[in-house]
């Protein structure tokens, strides 16, 4: 069982940044693929960001060259970056953890309880 705790959301100008943290508690941390997800009002969840246990990360289209995950396994905590923020990015930030390498939300085992991020223009 893991339980993750995102901290981190807030308002923002269009241009800045915010950092999200999540924060893991429970056995295996390291072993479990770390991913960022969001949702905006009206709309479907969608992926933005991945991190497996080597590091090796995976970013949505949409993020790419914005955004970077990272992780530390001796805090058991992931990190998402956000920078040049756009108010289309604008939604609740969920992180989650799954067994294997996923973009797939509804393949991940674990969820946050989500943080804001609102971003005006």
């Known amino acids: 069982q893991v339980q993750l705790v995102e901290s981190g959301g807030g308002l923002v100008q269009a241009g800045g940044s915010l950092r999200l943290s999540c924060a893991a508690s429970g056995r295996g941390f390291s072993t479990y693929v770390m991913g960022w997800f969001r949702q905006a009002p009206g709309k479907e969840r969608e992926f933005v960001a991945a991190i497996d246990w080597s590091g090796s990360t995976f970013y949505d289209d949409s993020v790419k060259g914005r955004f970077t995950i990272s992780r530390d396994n001796a805090k058991n905590t992931v990190y998402l970056q956000m920078n040049s923020l756009k108010p289309e990015d604008t939604a609740v930030y969920y992180c989650?953890?799954?067994?294997?390498?996923?973009?797939?939300?509804?393949?991940?085992?674990?969820w946050g309880q989500g943080t804001q991020v609102t971003v005006s223009s």
């Open positions: 989650a953890a799954a067994r294997s390498f996923t973009i797939v939300g509804a393949t991940y085992h674990y």
